[in-house]
């Protein structure tokens, strides 16, 4: 049976991917093909190029995600905040320097032109440069630049690129990590303590919004706040529910694939140190899969 994998986009969601190609190794079932877009793209190319998915699961698992911003050139510009090039030194630990054209699994993945809108489509050339160009977050990475295009995440034209496998795939599986969160993950309520008229010792003024916010409300007597969401959390979740979009119109011409859609909802798109959960779920995902979809058949 030629199976055929599409993995969505989903920033730290996309983690789950892990899980879900552990869970297939696990059984020693190869996909035919894989298909990604940004996190999905990631981690489809690592396993299209012969990453260990256990290995990578304890990997991650034991990452100090502290340390991981040591892999993020932080280069304020008009560009964008991350340069990109250390991110491209963390790609190729997973990769390799390989064209895609090599690798024993096909596989393909998908970027956006910032210029154009138009959608770009790797299933050829520089691995490493692909995968860069489809998790290029807008505002956070600097463009992909490549053959005359300023490339971008692939998830704001094809988030679950499922169109990309090829036809003669017996089955299909689109992975959606979707972009909702439920109400008191993303937006919570918590008790100031602080009345007007205390005198309890003033911090240090910090400069985030979350804290001049704080102050102007102890200032004015009020016990209960809202604890906005972070410009990035902010960015992330208006991107994502974007993508939601783009992928149901993009199903109804879909209609010969399987919508996979992992217990996600909990988790921020930002939550990568939940990043153990999130491997779990996906794992328990992928064994569901194999169970309904591929041994009963």
């Not at 969505?8 to 991917?17: C, E, I, N, V």
């Not at 959606?176 to 303590?193: A, H, L, Q, S």
């Not at 003024?205 to 102890?218: E, G, H, M, T, Y």
Request: net charge negative; glycine share 8%.
């Amino acid at each position: 049976m030629k199976i055929g994998l599409s993995l969505g986009s989903g920033a730290a969601r996309g983690l789950s991917h892990i899980g879900l190609l552990k869970a297939f190794e696990e059984e020693e079932i190869v996909p035919y093909a894989i298909s990604g877009s940004s996190m999905g793209a990631l981690i489809g190319g690592a396993y299209a190029a012969g990453y260990d998915m256990a290995t990578l699961d304890k990997k991650i698992r034991n990452l100090d995600w502290k340390i991981f911003t040591e892999f993020f050139d932080i280069k304020i510009s008009r560009n964008g905040i991350v340069d990109g090039k250390k991110i491209e030194k963390f790609i190729y630990e997973f990769t390799g320097d390989i064209d895609i054209s090599m690798l024993e699994v096909k596989f393909s993945c998908v970027a956006t032109d910032v210029l154009t809108g138009r959608e770009v489509v790797f299933n050829s050339g520089s691995l490493i440069k692909a995968i860069r160009a489809s998790i290029s977050f807008p505002g956070i990475f600097v463009p992909q630049y490549y053959e005359d295009q300023f490339l971008i995440d692939g998830g704001i034209r094809n988030p679950v690129p499922v169109d990309l496998l090829p036809k003669e795939c017996d089955i299909k599986f689109a992975v959606d990590v979707g972009p909702f969160v439920e109400k008191e993950k993303f937006v919570t309520k918590i008790k100031n303590g602080t009345k007007k008229g205390d005198d309890k010792k003033k911090e240090k003024f910090s400069f985030s919004l979350n804290n001049i916010i704080k102050d102007i409300l102890s200032r004015n007597g009020v016990e209960e706040e809202v604890v906005y969401p972070n410009i990035f959390e902010t960015l992330v979740q208006t991107v994502a529910i974007m993508q939601n979009s783009v992928f149901e119109s993009k199903l109804k011409a879909s209609s010969d694939c399987q919508i996979i859609r992992p217990r996600l909802s909990k988790f921020k798109l930002t939550d990568f140190t939940s990043a153990a959960e999130i491997i779990d779920i996906g794992y328990e995902e992928g064994k569901k899969i194999i169970r309904e979809f591929i041994y009963e058949n």
